[in-house]
């Protein structure tokens, strides 16, 4: 019996890896792998670096126009340490620089706020949300250091490229020189912005130049990759204090640890904040105790927007 499954299977299977093959050799004569050098697997299962292939991808036809894509730029900041661009455009518009945020769920944010939210959904009717850092105020942190690398003078233009599994559910922006959209928009965006820009303000021997200046800041060793990560970590995760767990001195409550401490950001995973007594709590068991607010006031008191309370730091 598992003999005949397995013949009746050997055709699929065939036709699997023919099809995997075929994909890892188109994947191979693209920029992105020549830049990159991930591999095709790796890139597939990590979804980070196949978001930023995928915008790659929807804009590559731009490369018969002598446009030239960049991918993982680590750009020297000051203090010895970087900011990372996932995908940049240089063309004869001026650079684009692409933040990918390859979420699902529902997005909220505003552009003066540090922190936006994920909503996704948790089943019976709830959602579970989770932070992320202002992508708009990171972005503008890539640009500020990139001018400084390659000069003010060249137009930059900044887009946030959410996937198409995520709904912008409240995105307020107030500038004109950042775009928010999610991918399936990313061609008739940078599209927009090319026709509103007059003229050709980049020659092609100043992209050249500016790609060979920048090709460079791609191929960093692993060494450097993880030190930025470390940089990154040190910035927005606090030291444990010492003598092990400590507990929450205000909202213990259910409500403090959806609302009353920091947030729930993915890159702060441990440690939280009391909204109501400034006092810490190693891990989320303290705060999700349901022994309500120990300070004396009301737990209705305690529930507060997780939005802007916590202060990161642009990476």
């Known amino acids: 019996m598992l003999l005949l499954l397995l013949k009746s299977m050997l055709p699929l299977l065939l036709l699997l890896i023919i099809v995997a093959a075929i994909a890892n050799e188109r994947y191979k004569k693209s920029t992105y792998y020549q830049v990159t050098h991930n591999p095709y697997l790796a890139m597939r299962r990590d979804v980070g670096k196949y978001g930023e292939y995928l915008i790659y991808t929807s804009l590559r036809h731009m490369e018969q126009m002598g446009a030239k894509f960049l991918a993982n730029v680590y750009v020297p900041k000051e203090n010895n ?51 992320f850092y202002n992508p708009i105020m990171q972005n503008r942190a890539h640009i500020k250091w990139l001018k400084s690398l390659i000069g003010e003078d060249v137009p930059m233009h900044s887009v946030i490229v959410f996937s198409q599994r995520c709904t912008l559910k409240n995105v307020t922006l107030h500038s004109q020189d950042v775009c928010v959209i999610n991918r399936q928009n990313i061609v008739q965006a ?122 990161l730091p642009c990476m």
């Open 81 to 131: 340490e970087t900011t990372e661009i996932d995908v940049l455009l240089i063309c004869s518009k001026g650079l684009f620089v692409f933040e990918s945020k390859n979420y699902s769920g529902w997005i909220f944010g505003n552009e003066n706020q540090r922190m936006w939210m994920q909503a996704l959904p948790a089943g019976r009717g709830r959602s579970h949300k989770e932070c």
């Open 190 to 311: 940078v599209s927009a912005i090319c026709q509103r820009t007059p003229g050709c303000v980049v020659s092609e021997e100043k992209a050249n130049a500016i790609y060979a200046k920048l090709y460079p800041y791609t191929q960093v060793d692993e060494a450097l990759k993880a030190q930025h990560v470390a940089n990154i970590q040190k910035r927005v995760s606090p030291a444990a204090p010492s003598g092990g767990t400590a507990k929450c001195g205000g909202c213990a409550g259910r409500d403090g640890a959806r609302r009353g401490n920091s947030c729930s950001c993915r890159l702060i995973q441990r440690w939280r904040k009391c909204r109501q007594s400034g006092k810490r709590a190693w891990g989320l068991p303290a705060l999700r105790r349901k022994t309500g607010c120990k300070d004396g006031q009301k737990r209705a008191k305690c529930r507060r927007p997780i939005l802007g309370m916590l202060q």
